[in-house]
Nanobody, 118 residues
Framework: QVQVVESGGGLVQPGGSLRLSCAAS????????MSWYRQAPGKERELVAA????????NYADSVKGRFTISRDNAKNTVYLQMNSLKPEDTAVYYC???????????WGQGTQVTVSS
């Protein structure tokens, strides 16, 4: 049974930090690219950050470059998103995605709410 479970969201003041975690099970985690997406009210879901299966390559949305860092621990089947210098516009539900096009694996978590407000 595939499970993708995000955690670590919450309420934080502008300029603060949060670390999101995404724990995966039920598939070969080390063979999947992992990504974080977010969706704000009334907006489309957007890609925030992505990391390749071995962790050698990352990419980020322009809006979070220099503030967010994606990383993964294949031994723990977990991907992280360290978010620093948070802004009110970072407020959204953050989703974790696991993707392997070769085996047509595409899995999503249920999301975790991040609210940046004073």
């Amino acid at each position: 049974q595939v499970q993708v479970v995000e955690s670590g969201g919450g309420l934080v003041q502008p300029g603060g930090s949060l670390r999101l975690s995404c724990a995966a099970s039920g598939f070969t985690f080390s063979r999947y690219g992992m990504s974080w997406y977010r969706q704000a009210p009334g907006k489309e879901r957007e890609l925030v950050a992505a990391i390749t299966s071995a962790g050698g390559t990352t990419n980020y949305a322009d809006s979070v470059k220099g503030r967010f860092t994606i990383s993964r621990d294949n031994a723990k089947n977990t991907v992280y998103l360290q978010m620093n210098s948070l802004k009110p516009e970072d407020t959204a539900v953050y989703y974790c995605n696991a993707l392997n096009r070769f085996v047509r694996g595409d899995y999503w978590g249920q999301g975790t709410q991040v609210t940046v407000s004073s």
